[in-house]
């Protein structure tokens, strides 16, 4: 199969489940951010089709959990390689569907392909261990598959938000159903069936169900799933959590955050923000480790502004599919910039003072930087989802704990000094997830734990050893030669 058919038939007009592909009555549009041509359409998924879908993963769970581990491993390898061989068609669509700029395009399908491959080793790993005993008894704790996972994906990286949940959950024995966000179906969905699909995956293990609030409330609800991945914002994630609760479901939710990049006084100023530069604009901020606040040492503090407003006024914003080389692309949709320009007018209102960007055309937002930013600024503790730039003055490492701590979520900081002890020393008291000495805060590596506390998560994590404790749960076996007798 070449690389232009693999992905070519866009027009599917239904949804991929009971391994085929199934039409639709119901269908959304699939835009392009960048211009608002419609891509083509995929279906919408119904409360039933989820039951549907549910019920017939669980049932090809069962055998697909017995398969030797080498022949399930052997699945992921083969999508691997498909996925290196379809390499520019699959940066073409993140590009095109979520408005990502090639070179953010390009990292996230090299890390896709690599999750695929730490996919591959899971079903050889060791699944549990030997406790001790009585003399005659073997006690065993094993880990098995939880049944089927459902996972719900957000539109910023939709390949590896979602791959990153279906692949480990496949690899240890589960069924999947994955309902991306209507905006990135293709790319955040369909990508992954079709590259499963060619690979070689049995029928009816992954289904990719595109929808809206009904679908996933379905997915919540169903009894046939037995935990809900959720990646998304903390709103909904606060949501997700007190529905599947009730229904006793395991949940793992990665959600949003407000995070601090911290510049101390004898950090590099031109390093300092080269980091602040790509923590804050990387995909337009939309991302849940954007460096929401920048806290910089008062004595630097005014050079800093200074350079980082040439920065972003020298950053190209533009349709990244033209090949112009812009540094960033559109936001989302409309819905995401007049959040964003809802929280700048709020910003401004409270006393923050706009010193660059902050305008648009279309959904193409320059890039912002904003000064004189209070914590009871609006824009100190609200997640932006776009390029803006919160500079902060602190005065001691004391206060750079105090304002980084600040917030009710708790997912990536970082700090910059040429003294790395130091650094480390204040890090350790920064309630965080994820915690980057001498770097900033967007860094992801697919065999790393990922996950927050506070609003940013339930503490729970993927990726890397976390994988075992998400995706599969612990059984207690005991074996005795023979059955003893009981005094009762």
């Known amino acids: ?17 009971d391994g085929s592909w199934q039409t639709s009555s119901d269908t959304l549009d699939t835009l392009s951010p960048a211009t608002g041509q419609c891509l083509g359409q995929i279906g919408r998924a119904s409360a039933r089709q989820v039951a549907t879908s549910a019920r017939t993963a669980r049932q090809c769970q069962r055998e697909w959990a017995a398969q030797p581990y080498e022949q399930r491993a052997a699945v992921f390898r083969r999508a691997a390689e498909l996925a290196e061989a379809h390499r520019s068609s699959i940066v073409d669509w993140l590009v095109r569907e979520s408005g990502s700029t090639r070179g953010k395009a390009e990292f996230e399908t090299q890390n896709s392909i690599k999750i695929l491959h730490e996919a591959t080793s899971l079903p050889s790993q060791s699944h549990g261990e030997v406790l001790p005993s009585v003399p005659g008894r073997l006690s065993l704790a094993r880990r098995r598959p939880m049944g089927v996972v459902g996972v719900i994906a957000p539109f910023n990286f939709p390949l590896i938000l979602a791959l990153r949940a279906v692949a480990p959950a496949l690899a240890l024995g589960n069924g999947v159903v994955l309902k991306p966000d209507p905006r990135t179906s293709v790319c955040g969905g369909f990508v992954i069936a079709r590259l499963l699909e060619q690979a070689g995956l049995p029928a009816g293990l992954l289904h990719v169900l595109p929808g809206e609030a009904e679908t996933g409330q379905a997915l919540v609800s169903d009894e046939h799933i037995a935990m809900i991945q959720f990646t998304g914002s903390t709103a909904a994630g606060r949501k997700i959590g007190a529905a599947a609760s009730q229904h006793l479901k395991k949940v793992s939710l990665e959600l949003g955050g407000k995070n601090s990049l911290i510049v101390l006084d004898d950090a590099d100023l031109d390093i300092a923000v080269s980091n602040a530069t790509w923590g804050a604009y990387l995909h337009q901020g939309q991302i849940c480790m954007s460096t929401g606040r920048i806290l910089v040492h008062r004595a630097i503090h005014d050079t800093f502004v200074e350079r980082l407003v040439a920065k972003a006024q020298s950053l190209t914003v533009g349709d990244p599919a033209e090949g112009d080389g812009a540094a ?101 008291r920064i309630d965080t997830g994820l915690l980057h000495i001498n770097d900033q805060t967007v860094n992801d590596e697919v065999i790393n734990p990922f996950g927050g506390v506070g609003a940013s998560g339930n503490g729970s994590s993927i990726g890397g050893p976390a994988n075992w404790e998400e995706f599969t749960q612990w059984q207690w076996l005991t074996i005795k030669g023979d059955a003893p007798g009981y005094p009762l």
């Open 328 to 428: 960033l692309g559109p936001l989302i949709d409309s819905r995401q910039l007049q959040h964003a320009l809802d929280l700048l007018e709020s910003a401004t209102r409270a006393g923050g003072q706009l010193v660059a960007g902050g305008d648009h055309r279309d959904l193409f937002f320059q890039p912002a930087v904003m000064t004189h930013v209070d914590a009871d600024n609006p824009i100190f503790r609200e997640e932006t989802f776009a390029p803006v730039a919160v500079v902060v003055p602190f005065d001691d490492d004391d206060q750079a704990v105090g304002l980084a701590n600040d917030t009710e979520y708790g997912l990536s900081a970082a700090i910059i000094s040429k003294d790395v002890g130091r650094a480390l020393a204040l890090g350790e």
């Open 1 to 17: 199969m070449t690389d232009a058919d693999l992905f070519a038939e866009i027009d599917w007009n239904g949804c991929f489940f």
